[in-house]
């Protein structure tokens, strides 16, 4: 069990199996990213073999979530078509956007970039905030500024080297009342259906973010940490 925006309580890693709640890898990249080996077939084989849910956000590009969420409506019609990216912005940070109808132009402002977000309907992710090592993170003062206009914070990236950095973005989340992701950030086939939540299946935007803060949710890497220290 965790708190519903994803500080996870004192628990085993031995958890109850929960076939009814959904693996979901919220941060995936394919080879439409530019640096990244993951063919969409790929992607979508290790969705078979793991039933861990990939939502794929490229640097700048909707096509791969397009492609693979094609074949994974394919597969399970009842998986929602996300269109998804991670956007550049000129303030130095990354911003992705999910459930996008449409692609957004890189390098706007973090202000101009949420809005059309939203203006989309969509949601948006704030991926690794406080990964020091990456000149793509978002720092302080854009941190703050835009935290209003935020949806979800990302609370364990698995590329992020310094685990006080993933720590830092989770009690980011808890002070300021934003539900968590988890993801891979793969780049490499490796890395695909390694890490992940657990949460009840969803159709809409509203729908995922009822599923991330229900107390149901779960973050088996965050357990596994925990059980660790």
């Avoid at 096509?63 to 996300?82: D, Q």
């Avoid at 935020?150 to 609370?155: A, H, K, L, Q």
Wanted: charged share 25%; aromatic share 10%; net charge negative.
């Amino acid at each position: 069990m965790t708190t519903g925006y994803g500080k996870p309580r004192e628990v085993s890693y031995e958890t109850e199996d929960r076939p009814d709640l959904w693996k979901f890898d919220m941060h995936v990249h394919s080879v439409y990213s530019g640096d990244s080996l993951n063919e969409p077939e790929l992607i979508v084989e290790n969705f078979r073999q793991t039933g861990v849910l990939p939502l794929v956000c490229d640097h700048n590009k909707t096509a791969g979530s397009e492609v693979v969420s094609h074949y994974l409506k394919e597969i399970n019609p009842e998986i929602p078509v996300i269109l998804a990216e991670e956007i550049m912005n000129q303030d130095g940070g990354e911003i992705i956007g999910l459930f996008l109808n449409d692609i957004i132009p890189p390098y706007m402002s973090v202000a101009e970039t949420l809005d059309i977000i939203h203006e989309q309907g969509a949601l948006a992710l704030v991926p690794h905030p406080f990964c020091f090592f990456r000149g793509s993170t978002l720092w302080e003062d854009y941190r703050t500024e835009a935290i209003a206009g935020i949806d979800i914070v990302e609370g364990f990236n698995a590329r992020v080297i310094y685990a006080k950095d993933n720590a830092a973005a989770r009690e980011f989340a808890e002070r300021n009342g934003k539900p968590i992701s988890v993801g891979s950030d793969s780049h490499h086939p490796k890395d695909l259906g390694r890490y992940y939540l657990e949460l009840e299946p969803f159709s809409t935007p509203q729908e995922l973010m009822k599923s991330l803060r229900a107390e149901t949710v779960r973050y088996p890497i965050l357990e596994r940490i925990g059980a660790e220290e």
